[in-house]
């Protein structure tokens, strides 16, 4: 059931990244050129497949804990950063903070669903004997590892929004925080029960989903809205 759902959580996120990438520009003022918009929206899944299935061909389950970290859940979130800042360049033709600062939180909310998805599978890797990343982390601190990637994604929006950096309107995205703190508390109450932990899986990449809608309405609806 986990790798269905990041077999939809993962292009659907590279699609909302896409998008998020546009929105930033427009949010500049940047007009954008139909072509070019809908190109970046077309590719961005297939690209997001194809590296994906890339890492984890040479990544695979042969490596220590901490290469298993990298392919399992950082490059693909780098990825997905790029795709927010390269679709914001693809129409203004230059690079952009506005793009990295609403990038940046999707990205390590992104991130909390591979990570999850390997602690749901760690009992199988402890008893294949893998050297998985959550193989190598107690239970008791799976919960801390999911709350350190999700947690710095708000403190990061929270800071771009009281600086200006980025529309009021976008903060309304802090409000999938509810859904993260569901996910970390599932970690913690239900480690052990397999359905749940499925559910913590979907409810990262629910969180990373809001998260991304709402910065993506936030961007567009800020004019509309000044009181914002």
Not at 7 to 22: Q, R
Not at 66 to 71: A, E, G, K, Q, Y
Not at 81 to 103: K, Q
Request: contains cysteine; neutral net charge; aromatic residues 8%.
């Amino acid at each position: 059931m986990n790798d269905r759902i990041l077999e939809w959580s993962g292009p659907a996120l590279a699609v909302l990244a896409a998008a998020l990438g546009l929105a930033a520009a427009q949010a500049d003022g940047v007009p954008i050129a139909p072509f070019k918009g809908a190109l970046a929206l077309v590719l961005a899944a297939p690209a997001y497949l194809g590296f994906t299935r890339t890492v984890q061909r040479v990544g695979g389950d042969r490596f220590a804990p901490l290469f298993d970290l990298m392919f399992a859940t950082v490059l693909p979130t780098l990825f997905l950063l790029l795709l927010v800042v390269g679709s914001d360049h693809l129409v203004r033709g230059a690079w952009s903070f506005t793009a990295f600062a609403v990038g940046l939180p999707l990205a390590l909310l992104a991130a909390c669903v591979p990570l999850a998805r390997g602690f749901a599978r760690r009992s199988e890797d402890v008893e294949a004997g893998r050297d998985s990343l959550a193989a190598a982390i107690a239970p008791i601190n799976a919960k801390l590892w999911l709350f350190a990637c999700a947690l710095p994604a708000y403190l990061w929006l929270i800071l771009q929004v009281g600086r200006d950096a980025l529309p009021q309107a976008c903060a309304a995205a802090a409000l999938s925080i509810v859904v993260s703190l569901r996910a970390v508390r599932v970690l913690y109450e239900d480690f052990d029960d397999a359905d749940e932990m499925a559910r913590a899986v979907r409810l990262c990449g629910i969180a990373a989903l809001i998260h991304g809608v709402l910065l993506v309405a936030g961007l567009l609806l800020a004019d509309h809205f000044p009181l914002f």
